[in-house]
């Protein structure tokens, strides 16, 4: 069992940065690929990047390639979304999840354990 908590989620300028914060309790983080989603209302939950095991390799949206980075501390049990040059329509709720069942986590499907959501608003 891996519970997930993020954090980091505020409302901000367009143009702006913010890192969003996935923390993970359990010893085995290190075990997992972290993806991370976002969600609108009436929208589907969609992929925004994923980190593998190790942060050795990342694979972004096209959305949001070049602006966004994901990291991991596997030591903090923790991994990140640095988000850069925010655009109003990066508007959702932010989500991490994890799994063991790839390298990569980018389909919802692919999913074991999922966080609550953080906020992100970005003003025009």
């Known amino acids: 069992q891996v519970q997930l908590v993020e954090s980091g989620g505020r409302l901000v300028q367009a143009g702006g940065s913010l890192r969003l914060s996935c923390a993970a309790s359990g010893r085995t983080f290190g075990s997992y690929a972290v993806g991370w989603f976002r969600q609108t209302p009436g929208k589907e939950r969609e992929f925004v990047g994923s980190?593998?095991?190790?942060?050795?390799?990342?694979f972004y949206a096209d959305s949001v390639k070049g602006r966004f980075t994901i990291s991991r501390d596997n030591f903090k049990n923790t991994a990140y979304l640095q988000m850069n040059s925010l655009k109003p329509e990066d508007t959702a709720v932010y989500y991490c999840?994890?799994?063991?069942?790839?390298?990569?986590?980018?389909?919802?499907?692919?999913?074991?354990?999922w966080g609550q959501g953080t906020q992100v608003t970005v003003s025009s």
């Open positions: 980190i593998s095991t190790t942060g050795g390799s990342t």
């Open positions: 999840a994890v799994t063991t069942r790839g390298a990569y986590l980018i389909s919802i499907n692919g999913a074991d354990y």
